[in-house]
């Protein structure tokens, strides 16, 4: 605690003064108050905005000890007066947050290794599902193309047989051979679309949305998109791409929506995502953390995605009318992802 003059002079001490600067009360009184902190400049500005206003509160300094060490500080102060009611300088007292800076800064820090192996997870996640893509592709799309081809040959040489149950017993497996292709191609294309690396992001939203319309065909789906192609990074293409995906599969579990308005655009030194349903919306909590308590897992991890990509993400509903889903990301991201292997 320490009183101040009107010119700015430390009138009087308390022991605590003296300890965190090194410096007795008989040197300190009569000294330039702000010459004890590490920014002079900010303290006098604090100094005069209790001028102004009769007060501060929880006002941010840091102390200089003689030996070089630095305490962090909040101050409050306040102007006190005489009895004529005359202001006679100022009177304040600043509470040593040094400990809870150091348990601030190392919060932070544990909070940006969790976000990283968070990053890194959904890194190896997304590389894990463009290789078993492939493998699809690659391995089982092909060996069912290839047993459909031989038996239909079969068929082909069967053709004037006499034993027609034979026929149509190999004729009925085509069909069944042809919805394990159909399965595993709509399985490769959920695990990772090949046109969002052969053609971009803009092809793929467009057909995402003409894939979604054609199995919910009770919801109108409008995909507008007002940006080029270039101009969206390629860290960025993936998980625009697997934000859309989760949001559209929140629509469906939970809203009861029949239209669904998907816009995606540049706006300055970002690009926008905006997804706005009709459905029977709900009522945002306070926290994140409540919306996995409530069972909105996909929500959660929409904004895990977004915050790995630099952006913000907000939510607009109300029950009864509907939500809106809107991501943030700068255009500048340079996050690292599968993508570039």
């Known amino acids: 605690m320490l009183t101040i003059s009107k010119d700015g002079k430390v009138m009087d001490v308390n022991k605590a003064v003296e300890l965190v600067t090194g410096i007795s009360r008989e040197a300190l009184i009569g000294s330039d108050f702000s010459d004890h902190f590490t920014e002079s400049e900010r303290a006098r500005m ?26 962090d500080v909040l101050f409050n102060a306040t102007l006190y007066r005489n009895d004529a009611g005359e202001i006679q300088g100022v009177f ?13 800064e190392t919060l932070r820090e544990s909070e940006n290794r969790l976000r990283f192996l968070s990053s890194e997870l959904l890194n190896v996640q997304e590389s894990e599902r463009k290789r078993i893509a492939l493998e699809i592709h690659d391995s089982l799309g092909q060996s069912l193309n290839a047993i459909k081809f031989r038996v239909e040959s079969a068929l082909q040489e ?12 190999i004729r009925d497996i085509i069909p069944v051979i042809q919805e394990s292709i159909d399965d595993a191609r709509r399985l490769q294309m959920d695990l990772r679309p090949p046109m969002l690396d052969d053609l971009g992001i803009i092809a793929t939203l467009s057909w995402f949305g ?20 270039d ?27 029949t239209q669904i308005q998907v816009r995606f655009h540049k706006n300055e030194n970002h690009v926008e995502l905006e997804i706005e349903d009709n459905g029977i919306g709900f009522t945002p909590p306070p926290e994140w953390m409540d919306l996995a308590r409530r069972g909105h897992l996909g929500l959660v991890g929409m904004r895990e995605r977004v915050e790995m990509i630099g952006g913000q993400m907000d939510i607009q509903s109300e029950s009864g009318r509907g939500t809106v889903v809107r991501v943030s990301a700068p255009l500048s991201c340079s996050q690292p992802t599968s993508d570039s292997n």
């Open 210 to 229: 003409r894939q979604f319309q054609s199995v919910y065909t009770d919801i109108k789906v409008d995909i507008q998109t007002d940006i080029a192609e």
């Open 92 to 104: 304040a007292a600043a509470r040593d947050v040094t400990d809870r800076k150091r348990m601030d």
């Open 46 to 71: 604090g100094y005069r905005h209790v001028f102004h206003n009769g007060f501060v509160r929880d006002y941010p300094l840091a102390i200089r000890h003689v030996s070089g060490r630095i305490t």
């Open 231 to 257: 101009a969206v990074p390629k860290p960025l293409k993936i998980q625009i791409y697997r934000i859309l995906q989760e949001a559209m599969n929140n629509i469906i579990r939970h809203a009861g929506a």
């Open 158 to 169: 069967l053709k004037g047989t006499s034993d027609q149950a034979i026929v149509r017993s």
